[in-house]
Nanobody, 118 residues
Framework: QVRLVESGGGLAQPGGSLRLSCTAS????????MGWFRQAPGKDREFVAA????????TYADSVRGRFTASRVRPENTPYLQMNNLKPEGTDVYYC???????????WGQGIQVTVSS
């Protein structure tokens, strides 16, 4: 089973930017979907964005559309989540995920903290 490890989190000011990356342990089939989810304390995990490995097609939650960009770089197997114009309500643990179908939740990374605060 593929293993996923997130990096790039940390502290950003409101209006600032961060870029998350997710190292995958092996190459995936072209139909594979890489996703990003987030979770605040005491709340359910919510979908943020996803990118299809083969086509590069993307899907976004309404709350981040226009501010976040999901992408993937081949052949390094690296998905990215560029987060611009960050808001304090975006303070969450962010998870990289992968799956063969929608929603991509077969495999989860360990999560990484993103804090948006002045």
């Amino acid at each position: 089973q593929v293993r996923l490890v997130e990096s790039g989190g940390g502290l950003a000011q409101p209006g600032g930017s961060l870029r998350l990356s997710c190292t995958a342990s092996e190459r995936r089939f072209s139909s594979y979907i890489m996703g990003w989810f987030r979770q605040a304390p005491g709340k359910d995990r919510e979908f943020v964005a996803a990118v299809r490995w083969g086509t590069g097609g993307t899907t976004y939650a309404d709350s981040v559309r226009g501010r976040f960009t999901a992408s993937r770089v081949r052949p390094e197997n690296t998905p990215y989540l560029q987060m611009n114009n960050l808001k304090p309500e975006g303070t969450d643990v962010y998870y990289c995920t992968g799956g063969s179908s929608w929603p991509p939740q077969d495999t989860w990374g360990q999560g990484i903290q993103v804090t948006v605060s002045s």
